[in-house]
C-alpha cells in the first residue's frame, strides 16, 4: 500500500492532488486543519511486495520504525502453517494487525515514544480503511455494475457535462434572441408595406384596436371589407360588420318563462340579476308563476336576501343547502312558469368548481344555464370564466356592471369567440330600472363611446407587432 501526504489550500484542491498521483483508486485516511488550509493522508492498494518495501522504506526515511519489513523477513524465515491473505482488503488488515501488535520492548527516549503514537495512529488508518478498500475492490471485481462504473468516473467529466449543457443553453438562447429579432424585422417590413399599399385598412385596423377587440377579430373585419372605400364609410361598414358577429336573444325569458340559473365568479352580480329580473316579471306578469331560489350556503346572508326579496315582491322564495336537493325542489315548483335559481359566486380557479357545476348541469333536464360576467373585468380574466365556467353547459351570457368597464373590446372579442348570446346587460343598482335587453348595435356604440372618453390609441409600434406577422393575409 502507498500512502502519502498532501497538503493544500482546500478540500477540493487536496483531493485533487490525490487523484492525479494516485488515481481514482486512492483511499483517504485522515483529514485534519492544518495552518494555511488542510492536510490529507491517501493510500492505493497493495501492488506486491516490492512495491511496499519501496513504500515502508519511505516511511522509514519520514520517521516510522520498520517493524513491518522485520516482521515479513521473519515469516520468510519459518515454513508457513497457515493460507496467505488472499485478497488485498484482507492484507490491509492483516498490515494493520502487525502494525497495532509490534511495540518496543522499552521506549528509549521521547523520540521512541513519538514514533510509537504516530505508528498507533498509521495502525488505527489501516483498520479503519479496511472496508472502503474491500468495498473497492468488490465494485471492481465487478465492472458490468452500474454503480461501481459511475463510483470510477473522475468528477471533471460531471463538470464538463454541466459545462456542455450550459453552453448549449447560452447557444440555444442566442438562437432565440436572433429568431426574435428577425421575425420582428419581417413584421416591420410587412407593416411598413401594408401603410403604403393600404391605407384605409391600416387605419381600420388602429381603430378597432382602440376599441380593444382581439387581434384575430380585427383581422377577420378588415379582411371582409371591400376595397375603394372612403374612411368614414369603411369605419361605419367595420362596425356594422362587428355587430352583426354578436348574437342576441331579446327578451324570451320574459315572454314565455323557464327555469333558468345563474352561475358566475364571485361579485359579479348575480344575487342583484334575480331581483332585477324578478321585478321585471312581477310588474309584467304578478306574483303567480315566478319563484326564486338560493342555492348559495357559502356567503353570509346570501339565502337571507332571496328571502327579503320574495317578501319584497309577494313571490314565494326557497332556500336551500347546495345543489343536491335542487331537483326536488324543482319538481314541487313544477307549475311556475319562471324559475330563478341564484348560485354561490366561486371563483375560476377553485378546485369544487367543476363538481359543483357539473351537479348543477345535471340538476333537471329543463333547467338553462346561464353565466354572469362583469364587463369591467379586464379580457383574460373574463376570457379565462368562459372556459373554466364550461362544465355548466351556459346557453346564454349577461353582461353586468357596464357603468364600471373602461373598455368593452375584451368582453365583446370572447363572447364573438366562444358563440354566447347576450340575454341581458345591466348598470348600476336600481331594480329594476338598470336592465336592459341586450342589443348589438348599442353595444358596439357603448364600446366606441367608452374608447373615446377614456382616449385609448394605439402606437405604430404596437400595431406593427399585432399585425406585421398576417399583414400578407389582410392585403
Not at 1 to 9: F, L, P
Not at 240 to 251: H, M, S, V, Y
Not at 386 to 411: H, Y
Not at 412 to 435: F, H, K, N
Request: with cysteine; hydrophobic share 40%; aromatic share 4%.
Amino acid at each position: 500500500m502507498k500512502i502519502k501526504h498532501y497538503r493544500a489550500a482546500d478540500m477540493r484542491t487536496a483531493l485533487r492532488q490525490v487523484r492525479d498521483a494516485q488515481g481514482p483508486d486512492a483511499v483517504i485516511l485522515s483529514s485534519t486543519r492544518v495552518p494555511g488550509g488542510v492536510e490529507v493522508v491517501a493510500a492505493v492498494d497493495y501492488e506486491g511486495e516490492d512495491a511496499a518495501t519501496e513504500q515502508l522504506a519511505a516511511g522509514m526515511d519520514s520517521g516510522l520504525v520498520d517493524t513491518y519489513g522485520a516482521d515479513r523477513r521473519s515469516k520468510q524465515e519459518v515454513p508457513q502453517t497457515q493460507a496467505p491473505v488472499p485478497a488485498p482488503a484482507a492484507r490491509v488488515q492483516h498490515d494493520a494487525a502487525l502494525f497495532a501488535n509490534s511495540r518496543p520492548a522499552q521506549p528509549a527516549s521521547a523520540p521512541a515514544n513519538e514514533y510509537m503514537s504516530e505508528r498507533a495512529e498509521l495502525a488505527q488508518g489501516f483498520a479503519s480503511s479496511a472496508r472502503p478498500v474491500q468495498k473497492r475492490a468488490s465494485e471492481r471485481a465487478q465492472p458490468s455494475s452500474r454503480y461501481a462504473v459511475e463510483a470510477e468516473q473522475p468528477r471533471d467529466m460531471d463538470l464538463s457535462r454541466f459545462e456542455m449543457a450550459d453552453a448549449n443553453s447560452d447557444v440555444n438562447e442566442e438562437l432565440r434572441t436572433l429568431r426574435r429579432m428577425l421575425e420582428t424585422q419581417l413584421a416591420t417590413l410587412a407593416w411598413n408595406d401594408l401603410s403604403r399599399r393600404s391605407p384605409i385598412q391600416t387605419e381600420l385596423l388602429k381603430q378597432l384596436t382602440q376599441l380593444g377587440l382581439a387581434q384575430e377579430l380585427a383581422t377577420e373585419i378588415v379582411t371582409q371589407m371591400p376595397t375603394r372605400l372612403e374612411l368614414a364609410e369603411a369605419h361605419r361598414l367595420a362596425l356594422a360588420l362587428l355587430a352583426r358577429k354578436i348574437e342576441t336573444t331579446g327578451e324570451r325569458w320574459m315572454d314565455n318563462g323557464g327555469v333558468v340559473a345563474l352561475v358566475g365568479a364571485t361579485g359579479v352580480g348575480k344575487t342583484t340579476l334575480i331581483a332585477k329580473l324578478a321585478a321585471r316579471w312581477v310588474l309584467r306578469h304578478g306574483t303567480r308563476d315566478i319563484a326564486l331560489i338560493s342555492t348559495d350556503s357559502v356567503r353570509i346572508g346570501a339565502q337571507e336576501q332571496i328571502h327579503t326579496l320574495g317578501r319584497l315582491l309577494g313571490v314565494p322564495a326557497y332556500a336551500i343547502d347546495g345543489t343536491a336537493e335542487l331537483a326536488s325542489v324543482l319538481e314541487h315548483l313544477g307549475d311556475k312558469r319562471l324559475v330563478l335559481i341564484d348560485t354561490a359566486g366561486l371563483s375560476p380557479r377553485d378546485p369544487r368548481l367543476e363538481q359543483e357545476l357539473t351537479m348543477l348541469a345535471n340538476a333537471s333536464e329543463h333547467m338553462e344555464t346561464t353565466l354572469v360576467l362583469s364587463a369591467s373585468a379586464q379580457a383574460g380574466a373574463i376570457e379565462e370564466a368562459v372556459t373554466r365556467f364550461t362544465p355548466a353547459r351556459p346557453t346564454t351570457c349577461m353582461l353586468t356592471k357596464l357603468d364600471e368597464a373602461a373598455s368593452l373590446g375584451g368582453a365583446l372579442s370572447t363572447l364573438i369567440r366562444a358563440r354566447l348570446p347576450v340575454t341581458y346587460v345591466s348598470e348600476g343598482q336600481r331594480v329594476p330600472e338598470d336592465l336592459a335587453p341586450a342589443r348589438a348595435h348599442q353595444l358596439i356604440a357603448r364600446a366606441v363611446e367608452l374608447s373615446r372618453k377614456s382616449g385609448a390609441s394605439a402606437d405604430e409600434d404596437l400595431l406593427r407587432r399585432r399585425f406585421g406577422t398576417v399583414a400578407h393575409a389582410i392585403a
